[in-house]
């Protein structure tokens, strides 16, 4: 019954948790009802004089009341519900999670996990390695190097720092980075442990509405998408092939295919494409899912030379390293190269194959 209301809530509340939308909700309707259920006189005789009166209000005493009923109602709800939540997390609150915040953009400055979620994470070794932020007269050769070094260490350190305190400990990941360095960091993580991911959810009218989204803690629903295929030779020659999934904005495929000499072009598209439209775990696994059946049943099974597969995404940091999770297996195409958007072009790309436990990056010789 609960899960239920959570479902209900968070479809007309979306990224707010069940609890605190009930609470705020029910003060606001208790306030609406207490401003809109009373008479309020402002009078002047030898000072200014406010008075209040019952009746008369903007509502009848009748509809009042039964807001009022309905807002301690959702009052006591929203309570039961954060106990709820309260107690479901006990058991994390003794086992700290290990945290990694992976930065490489400088669009907004989100603080490490650890200080948003101090009760459930605790900080890892390696985030001396995750700040990949661009350094002044640093070049793009030299920077991506560094990119290289540090997500290699980070998947080595994170393995031998659990596996030494607990291996049964979570790994908690946010990241606010270049798709090639969140992909290639889900990559080499993939199936190495239970890993909880986090988004960072950045409000554009208010800075203070900033903060880190846990997606286990997001109700999500099947995710609807399409998917269309673009080809320049015949089915035995396509060696090149290119994968574009459009889930936060759209994407040139055409340009895609001819910028990096590719044979063919697979696109998926949700179908209702923005900015913070895939934050829920269970709308990313409906994603994935058909993602992965497509593949699988679609262009892996038709297309039999397929040596490279080139990827370009548009959606969410969480969607990226849990997507790429599913990538690192042995029926993949031997070389998988995702690739950055800029400008209307692809510069430089993560390198990685299935079962290498390491990734490099390199720049593009785009067309």
Known sequence: MLNLIKEILFRIFPKKTAGSTLLWTALSLLTICGLAGFTIQLTYSNGMNLSFSDGGGALPTWLVVIFSLLSIAMFILGIVLIVADWSKNRNERKNKAKGITLLSLSISKPPQLEMQFYQTIESSRTTQDSNLIKKENESDTEWLHRSECSINNINNSVVEELELEDSNLVLAIGALAHVPHVFGLGFLLANRRNINYYCWDRDRKDK??????????????????????????????????????????????????????????????????????????????????????????????????????????????SFIMRLASEFNQNHFPAVIKVHHYEKQGYPWCAVMQPNNPKITFEMNQTT
């Open 208 to 317: 203070e509405n900033n903060n880190w989204l846990d997606v286990r803690n997001i109700m999500g629903f099947k995710t609807q998408f399409n998917h269309k295929f673009i080809r320049d030779r015949k089915n035995s020659e396509i060696n090149k092939i290119g994968l574009s999934i459009e889930v936060s904005m759209n994407n040139d495929e055409k340009n895609f295919m001819d910028k990096l000499s590719l044979d063919a072009v697979a696109t998926i598209h949700v179908e209702d494409k923005k900015i913070g439209n895939l934050f829920s775990y269970e709308a990313q696994m409906s994603l994935i899912t058909g993602i992965r059946d497509y593949l699988n049943n679609e262009i892996f099974s038709q297309y039999k030379s397929i040596q490279e597969l080139h990827i370009t995404i548009m959606g969410q940091a």
